[in-house]
């Protein structure tokens, strides 16, 4: 039995019938273009330019201070311009650290304290925000009135109140007391619930003809739509709870107990006469919110605007 042979294609074409390679539009705006949606190339070497100054405004400080954690003590950390790569870098600055003050036990302490405050915002914003968002239920607007009043009053107005809920409790001194007030955030539940009213309802009251329960909505049809709102609430609980110091000041009184940014106050007035050590411990506790950012950008970015049904 024969095979077929493909057809002989024939590559001795004129060069006028060879596909044209195509032009890359330019950036900028020529002179006399009618196209206002590109800059000129001044204002495109102007923006570049901000961008750049603002660049060195925000990650200079941060590049200062970790040459610094990693410079020896013979070495001139003021100098004019800085000097960022250390002539002789070192580890004794972070060995030193944790010699004297347990940062890594009071990063630890940080740790859970914020990875208990994502979980809970997370998982509460979601429901009430669906709540708030998708369902229909008489004084609906009452709650979410309430919630906005609270976004007007700063947290230290809640501080007492709070504290001495806490020591009713019986959670002073202990981290729970340092959890519980930020286990979930009015301006949270409100983001998700802005989120969820993106959903068409259509598509909600459908889901319910068809039969699906609140968890079968939620996981398949609200889940998908506000998981990029939920990333940027997870980020900000993230930061928010590690970086918190007047909460944890107030009611934590054993040392051992301290969380990461209240162990840093003793940091800063045990070594003030030596910057590269405070450096090194402010690289510590900037470290996990580098992680946390670097695993989350994606969503945070892109997740926000993530608003069509999925199929």
């Given amino acids: 039995m024969s095979t077929l042979s493909p057809p002989r294609v024939d590559d001795d074409r004129h060069p006028d019938d060879q596909p044209a390679a195509t ?3 330019p950036i900028f ?8 949606s590109k800059p000129t190339l001044s204002g495109l070497i102007g923006r570049y330019a901000l961008l750049l100054f603002v660049l060195v405004i925000v990650i200079g400080p941060f590049l200062w201070q970790l040459s610094t954690s990693f410079k020896g003590p013979q070495e001139n950390i ?5 000097n960022l790569i250390p ?3 070192t580890l004794q600055n972070y060995v030193t650290v944790a010699e004297i003050v347990p940062v890594y036990l009071y990063a630890w302490h940080s740790l859970l304290v914020s990875v208990g405050t994502v979980l809970s915002n997370v998982i509460l914003a979601t429901f009430a925000g669906y709540a708030l968002g998708c369902m229909r239920f008489r004084g609906k607007w009452i709650v979410m009135a309430v919630l906005l009043s609270t976004l007007l009053f700063p947290g230290e107005v809640t501080v007492t109140s709070n504290f001495l809920t806490i020591r009713a409790l019986g959670l002073a001194d202990t981290l729970w007391g340092v959890f ?4 979930i955030s009015a301006m949270n539940v409100l983001l998700v619930a802005t989120a969820c009213r993106m959903i068409p309802q259509d598509v909600l009251d459908a889901a319910t003809v068809d039969g699906a329960t609140t968890w079968q909505r939620i996981r398949h049809i609200v889940w998908p739509n506000i998981r990029g709102m939920v990333s940027v609430v997870a980020v ?5 709870a590690w970086d918190d110091y007047l909460w944890p000041l107030i009611v934590l009184s054993d040392p051992a107990k301290y969380t990461l940014t209240v162990g840093m106050a003793y940091l800063n007035s ?3 006469v030596d910057p590269r050590l405070i450096a090194a411990g402010t690289m510590i506790a900037l470290v996990p919110i580098v992680i946390m950012f670097s695993f989350t950008q994606r969503f945070f970015f892109k997740g926000v605007q993530e608003g069509a049904v999925k199929g």
Avoid: Q, V
């Fill in 23 to 25: 032009t890359r539009e």
């Fill in 29 to 36: 705006r020529r002179r006399g273009s009618g196209d206002f």
């Fill in 78 to 82: 003021y100098s004019f311009p800085p």
């Fill in 87 to 89: 002539r002789e870098p």
């Fill in 180 to 183: 519980l007030p930020g286990a």
């Fill in 236 to 240: 900000f609980a993230f930061i928010g």
């Fill in 270 to 272: 045990s070594f003030s």
